[in-house]
């Protein structure tokens, strides 16, 4: 079974940056592509950013040059650098991992999320 538990999310004020981060367990994890999620209050969940086994990267248009998604293989861990936040960046975040290496597979395991608040 696979356990993704993410840590970093918390309270930052407007043009403040966050580093989340997400530890997997389990094996292989570079084979698979990992992802960030994110759902606000009354919104669907949506892809925030994607990283493939070969480290290509993908980014919802919302948050692209200022957030960047990145792996360490060797500590099994997924990140996600984000700058210059915005109030409408607000949301719970969530970690994935993928089906295959490619993020155009189904996400297959999900951490439990780590809240996100943008506000002065």
């Known amino acids: 079974q696979v356990q993704l538990v993410e840590s970093g999310g918390g309270l930052v004020q407007p043009g403040g940056s966050l580093r989340l981060s997400c530890a997997a367990s389990?094996?292989?994890?570079?084979?698979?592509?990992m992802g960030w999620y994110r759902q606000a209050p009354g919104k669907q969940r949506e892809l925030v950013a994607a990283?493939?086994?070969?480290?290509?990267?993908n980014y919802a248009d919302s948050v692209k040059g200022r957030f960047t998604i990145s792996r360490d293989n060797a500590k099994n861990t997924v990140f996600l650098q984000m700058n210059s936040l915005k109030p409408e960046d607000t949301a719970v975040y969530y970690c994935?991992?993928?089906?295959?290496?490619?993020?155009?597979?189904?996400?297959?395991?999900w951490g439990q999320g780590t809240q996100v608040t943008v506000s002065s």
């Open positions: 994935t991992r993928y089906s295959d290496g490619s993020y155009d597979s189904q996400p297959s395991y």
């Open positions: 389990g094996r292989f994890f570079s084979i698979f592509a």
């Open positions: 990283i493939t086994s070969s480290r290509s990267t």
